[in-house]
């Protein structure tokens, strides 16, 4: 490992820095000034709400028309061009004094921060690594659990000092002044032969590289599906509600807090993890496995009566999160080749984010009406459980069609 990780210190640190600042547009980051967006533009929380899903379900629809520019453009120049609509978003969010731009910016955070950052790293991450592919995509998640831990406290007594809007502001200088130029001089050297992205990659299932409309067509994207929605179906929601859990319970948001370190440390753990697994196994060998930890997390929540039960159930939810990274991100281009593994990786990465929007309005409606978020977690334990059963013969055909090798 520490012979992999020196050799190929650009690469994978380009992979991090993505992932890593990817956290600018993620749920739990927005998440923190949404007391003061709601205040100054005086919206309920189902105003608020609406706005969100609105905007991460638009971004979902243009992260798939425009993904595919991983493939085409080269990443340097790609990376330039987000990193700008990232920082305008930044800028819009600290400046703006409508509803309308506020939808706007919320929009571009999304696309730029959960879905391109991310999208950019993975996909460079699959097709510069064959034998190590896992490993490779497991260290550049760790950019996610680095951001869940390092910033939320930072960006706290941020708004605290200067204000939500100013540390927005603050959020927008360090996307271009800190963050773009060291991408460039990451990528100042392209580790593809040519320089490009079109250079020959590794292929798929049937020798062959996946266009993606014959992917659309393939029996097995279908039957993933449900794979691909769970974890950040339940892993969004587990923390967008994590106010109504504590009021539920009886607890303080204080006390809930060590649950953070306790799921970053389990997802960098089980990303390293998983990745070893799988290059030394097949990527498609975690499939029956991805959920269950995540199905036990949801069980736990239920019948939790202190805080301490909360966060194991977070570190358990974690090991899931850290296997998920590391599974698509070497099973997609295992699958279905590398050549057009962007505009692939996109539609997957949609889904994704589709799956983030849909949840908090779902389980919201649910708590309206009377359901709470942790009798909720009983039947989500119950899905994580069944739908692993359901791998199992998907698996199995999977493999009698032959694991590209």
Known sequence: MRAFLFENRRWLATGVLLTFGSSFGQTWFISLFAGGIRDAYGLSDGGWGGIYTLATLSSAALLLSRGGLADTMP????????????????????????VWVLGVSVFLLRFCGQGMFTHMGITAMGRWFVSTRGKA?????????????????????????????????????????????????????????????????SPGLGARHWRRAEVLRHWLFWALIPMILTPGFIGTVVFFHQAHVAEVKGWSLISMAPAYPAYAGATVVMSLVAGWAADRFGPERLLPVLLIPMGVAMFLIGPATTPILWVVALGILGITQGMSGALWGAFLPAAYGTDNLGAVRATVTAVMVLSTAIGPGITGVLIDRGVTFPEQGVAMGLWCLGLSVAMVPVLLRYRREGRPG
Request: hydrophobic share 60%; charged share 5%; with cysteine.
């Open 137 to 201: 995509v497991s260290i550049a998640n760790l950019g996610h659990p680095l951001g869940e831990v390092a910033l939320p406290l930072g960006v706290v007594l941020c708004i605290g000092w200067i204000g939500w809007r100013a540390t927005w502001g603050v959020t927008a200088l360090v996307i271009l002044v800190i963050m773009l130029p060291l991408l460039l001089w990451l990528l100042a050297r392209d580790r593809a032969p040519t320089g490009q992205v079109s250079f020959t990659g």
């Open 75 to 98: 990443l340097s120049r790609l990376v330039t061009l987000i990193s700008g609509l990232f920082a305008l978003a930044c800028l819009g969010m600290a400046l703006g004094q409508s």
